[in-house]
């Protein structure tokens, strides 16, 4: 059999993960079978293995495809114009982060580290939210800090405190918008809610 051409490999690897996506979202983690993903997706099980080493190595494929650091958010928003409005910088990495999570993909992976993964061999989904959590809450700390240097931080409200607030209500709004997506959109709740948190905050 011919090799296959690095484009075709990419695109088998990238069908891999998008049937992973959707037995993963109808099964749950656990209860599913890279037989099943395979099949699924119109393939041998010798497939999944030339492409990965095993069902963590694939769930762990699959959550990167939807990566967004908040650090890189806010860089992107730096790029913008708002390097020197540190504030203005997490409204706008916000926005962009509620835009990315309505996307199909993005809100099919998060629920399913949220809602359909448990603890099975070496996939630990609470350490990964754990991971994103304080990667999350480290950047919004350096922004904040930022902001209380320049002077636009409210009186009494030290960085840490004003960080945590943040990623509270930003962590309330996406269990809320993923136990139901359909209620209402994220991109239009959260950014009002976002506006009303920084209004809040802000000297």
């Not at 913008?80 to 835009?99: H, K, M, T, V, Y």
């Not at 960085?159 to 269990?175: D, K, N, T, W």
Request: with cysteine; glycine share 6%.
């Amino acid at each position: 059999m011919a090799r296959k051409t690095k484009a075709e490999a990419a695109a088998t690897r990238e069908a891999l993960l998008d049937a992973a996506e959707d037995i993963f979202l109808e099964k749950g983690v656990a209860r599913t079978s890279l037989e099943q993903i395979a099949r699924h997706a119109g393939m041998t099980r010798g497939a999944v293995y030339w492409h990965f080493k095993n069902k963590c190595d694939l769930f762990q494929a699959m959550l990167l495809r939807v990566r967004m650091p908040f650090e890189e958010l806010a860089e992107e928003a730096n790029n913008s114009g708002l390097a020197n409005d540190p504030l203005s910088a997490i409204r706008e990495a916000c926005r962009q982060g509620f835009s990315r999570l309505e996307q199909p993909r993005y809100q099919r992976v998060h629920a399913i580290l949220i809602h359909h993964c448990e603890v099975f061999g070496d996939i630990d989904p609470l350490a990964m939210q754990n991971e994103i959590a304080e990667e999350t809450l480290v950047a919004l700390t350096g922004y904040f800090a930022h902001a209380a240097d320049m002077g636009l931080l409210r009186q009494g409200l030290s960085s840490e405190i004003a960080a945590g607030l943040f990623q509270s209500m930003l962590g309330g709004l996406f269990h809320d918008w993923l136990r139901n997506h359909q209620r209402f959109s994220l991109i239009e709740r959260g950014t009002a809610l976002v506006d009303a948190q920084l209004s809040l905050m802000r000297a």
